[in-house]
């Protein structure tokens, strides 16, 4: 049996989340710190998301960390949206800089964690079978980070190859090939916009339609790189004080303030600049709460689809009839592809898949669609999944499984209550924000609190009352939102099973987000005593 080895932290993952946490803790709180990830490299998000077309809808210039100063300087913003060669670049860059790989070991899985309340640490084991004990322990799991492979029977009994758009291998080559794609998120539409030009042909089995925009990505001026460089202060200023940390101008104009004309207007303002969330959030302020002014956006969208998909029959099956209440996406010509020849698509809710079959996938009208490789866009087991997948035990033995059984809670997106001195990077009910913004605030919160604790020697936990509490704001939250109303991942809605409730703060930051943390933070914790 092999000894545990004595360190201060444990930080699960090697995305922005933990790497940043790992810098923290080891250069700044001076801490022996480890993190591990199953990947063989740093990346997280984006070493596992190769697909095609694979890009961040983030600006590109606030995809990014604001604290390392010298590489914003130095990376060229060359297009609106940062690819994934880019940003796992980006992140390669951060790794290198601040020699962060010594601190990480890869390819190691975390398997279980359980908290011994006599010494107040943390027994951590790898899916190796190496043995850790330590004060701290920090899990940046990821949000979208377990892949979604739904079981449609036959799914193993197909003679062609098949991809999840989070577990992409080197080298695939679909050209010329007979494809299938599997849903229509946001990696869907990136996914099917991008190989439709290289394939053979392309068949596209859609569960449910989608409201999306245009991009607007292109290349970025040289004048506006120099602009957004030499203006990055107040930049990151806006960010830390805005609702979603994206760089919008959000609005709180109401849809009914505006004539017909003017409300058209300043969606096909937002249209032609392009952005998801600018045509959600930078229009009215109402979209997002008022069945009405949601209606008006839907309908604009759906009145493009129809404008530029040729085959009204398509076009038609295209239309969502839902509330445009999920994540906002943005697509560079997704729409369009319909037009092409070599692209059919295939409405699943009304003609469901019965089967993979050797061949392809036979849906219920009897149609056998012969493919060569079958592409599942089907998300993901979002927010909670990866901490179902293995054992962390809190107090008395507690199983997280188990005390999240209702849905998973948190205090601030970040803390348990009987889990002392874990700590969540985008655990439950944090922000549904520009997510790098989102990281650093709660990199440095958890860090700060770290801090606190080797000072006095002290474990924490959240208190009872404040997961509750906080669990009741952001239900109140949600539901003054059309967000609960859509079926979607923030909900756990995607998955066969998965109990329904709110994974997400649906709405803006929490106000306390852009603040120093600390007095907020001790505020609703609860501090056991001394440690030793
Ligand atoms: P991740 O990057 O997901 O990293 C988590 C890591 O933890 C993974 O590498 C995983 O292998 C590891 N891990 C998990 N469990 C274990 C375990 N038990 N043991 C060891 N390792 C483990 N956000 C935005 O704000 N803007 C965008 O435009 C945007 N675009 C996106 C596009 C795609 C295709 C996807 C999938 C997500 C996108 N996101 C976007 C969300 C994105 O996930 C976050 O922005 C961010 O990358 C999350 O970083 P993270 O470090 O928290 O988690
Ligand atoms: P999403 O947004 O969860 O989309 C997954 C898609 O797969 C969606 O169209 C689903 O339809 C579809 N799906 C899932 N399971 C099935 C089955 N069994 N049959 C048919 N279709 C299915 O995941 P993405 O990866 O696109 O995006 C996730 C986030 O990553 C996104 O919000 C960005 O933040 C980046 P449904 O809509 O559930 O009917």
Not at 107 to 117: C, L, P, Q, R
Request: with cysteine; net charge negative.
């Amino acid at each position: 049996m092999s000894k545990n080895k004595y360190i201060d932290a444990v930080v699960v993952g090697a995305g922005f989340g933990g790497l940043y946490m790992l810098k923290k803790l080891r250069d700044e709180l001076g801490l022996d710190v480890l993190a591990f990830d199953k990947a063989s490299d740093v990346g997280g998000t984006w070493y596992w998301n190769r697909y095609p077309g694979a890009l961040s809808d983030t600006e590109a210039y606030l995809y990014v960390y604001s604290w390392d100063k010298e590489l914003l300087e130095s990376q060229k913003i060359s297009h609106h949206y940062a690819n994934q060669p880019t940003i796992i670049g980006y992140l390669n860059s951060v790794a290198d800089r601040h020699d962060l790989r010594k601190n990480i070991v890869f390819n190691t899985g975390i398997s279980s964690a359980s908290y011994n309340e006599a010494c107040k640490t943390w027994d951590v084991e790898t899916d190796k079978g190496e043995k850790y004990t330590c004060r701290y322990f920090v899990t940046a799991l990821g949000l979208l980070s377990a892949s979604n492979v739904p079981n449609i029977p036959g799914r193993e009994s197909f003679l062609g190859k098949s991809y999840h758009s989070a577990q992409w291998p080197e080298g695939v080559s679909l050209e010329g090939k007979r494809v299938g794609v599997i849903g229509t998120g946001s990696t869907g539409t990136q996914i099917i916009t991008a190989i439709a030009p290289q394939v053979g042909s392309l068949t596209v089995f859609q569960r449910s339609a989608q409201y999306t925009v245009p991009a607007g990505n292109g290349p970025v001026s040289e004048e506006r790189e120099r602009e957004i460089k030499a203006n990055y202060e107040s930049i990151w200023d806006n960010v830390w004080n805005s609702s979603l940390g994206f760089g919008l101008n959000e609005t709180s104009r109401s849809v009914h303030d505006v004539s017909d004309e003017e409300r058209d207007a300043i969606f096909q303002k937002a249209w032609d600049t392009g952005g998801g969330f600018r045509f959600m959030f930078e229009t009215f302020g109402d979209i997002a709460t008022d069945e009405i002014a949601n209606k008006y956006a839907q309908d604009f969208i759906r009145n493009k689809i129809k404008e530029i998909v040729k085959d009204p029959a398509t076009a038609e099956k295209l239309c969502p009839k839902d509330l445009y209440a999920k994540r906002p996406l943005c697509d560079s010509g997704y729409y369009a592809t319909y037009n092409r020849d070599n692209v059919s698509l295939v409405d699943v809710k009304a003609n469901p898949i019965e089967k993979i079959t050797p061949n392809g996938i036979l849906t219920r009208d009897g149609v056998e669609h012969e493919l060569d490789v079958i592409i599942f866009a089907t998300g993901f087991d979002a927010v909670d999944g990866n901490y179902a997948k293995f054992e962390v035990r809190g107090l008395n033995g507690e199983s997280l499984k188990e005390h999240w059984k209702e849905g998973p809670s948190s205090y601030l997106g970040m803390f348990n209550n009987g889990y002392p001195n874990m700590f969540m990077v985008l655990g439950p009910n944090g922000p549904f924000s520009n997510l790098p913004p989102a990281i650093e605030i709660q990199v440095r919160f958890i860090s700060d609190l770290i801090r606190y604790c080797e000072k006095d020697r002290v474990a924490v936990e959240a208190a009872s009352e404040s997961v509750s509490a906080w669990s009741d704001t952001c239900n109140e939250i949600a539901h003054m939102t059309l967000f609960p109303k859509a079926e979607s991942w923030i909900f756990g809605a995607n998955i066969p099973g998965k109990k329904k409730a709110l994974r997400r703060w649906v709405w803006n930051s929490p106000p306390e987000l852009g603040q120093d943390m600390t007095s907020t933070t001790t505020g609703g914790m609860a501090w056991t005593a001394p440690r030793f």
